[in-house]
């Protein structure tokens, strides 16, 4: 963990939105939060890293013949180097075997093995991440102006509450070019 690190501040982790959708924008009502459910993730900059030795590729392969057309057969093919993949990561002890209770009657037990894989659909591919990210900017922007156009002069403002059209566009813009706070 670095202490100066622009991405987490320090503190190794870093907090992202968890959405599918633009956050609701706030009008109106001066109460009216913009809140996301949040999600906590290892600093991708000085977090824990899994070193590249540390990832294991399995892969097998087999020749297939080209004069067999029959679909099953290359059922068969696939299915075979499934079993080579698996006795890749049995070789390796990344599977774990118990045992569990005894069936007196069948005079049998049944024994269970395990790997644990994570599925590509639960890793988030970059473009879903940097939508992710853009998200979170967003909600920051949001906050920020609607934090400036409220407290713009508050003194002074109209009965109503107005702000000069002019005035609020202004303020957008600074909001836009400045750093997003932490």
């Known amino acids: 963990m670095i202490d100066d690190c622009e991405i987490c501040g320090g503190s190794g982790v870093i907090r992202l939105p ?6 609701p924008i706030p009008c109106g009502d001066d109460k ?3 809140s ?3 999600r906590e993730y290892s600093c991708p900059e000085c977090g824990v890293n899994i070193p590249q030795e540390k990832v294991l590729i399995f892969q097998a392969e087999d020749f297939v ?3 067999i057309k029959d679909p099953g057969y290359i059922n068969s093919i696939k299915n075979h180097l499934a079993m080579k993949v698996g006795d890749a990561l049995y070789r390796q002890g990344l599977m774990t075997f118990k045992a569990l209770p005894e069936d007196y009657m069948q005079m049998s037990y049944p ?6 894989i994570i599925s590509p659909r639960a890793v988030a591919t970059f473009e879903e991440r940097v939508r992710e990210r853009q998200m979170d900017i967003v909600a920051v922007v949001v906050n920020d102006a609607t934090d400036s156009i409220r407290n713009w002069n508050k003194i002074y403002q109209g009965e109503d509450g107005s702000i000069p059209k002019n005035i609020a566009v202004r303020l957008l813009y600074e909001v836009l070019h400045k ?3 932490k």
């Open 18 to 23: 968890v959405m599918q959708r633009l956050p």
């Open 179 to 181: 750093a997003p706070k």
């Open 36 to 38: 996301l459910p949040i």
């Open 65 to 67: 013949s080209t004069n």
């Open 32 to 34: 009216m939060p913009l």
């Open 111 to 116: 024994l269970r093995g395990k790997v644990g």
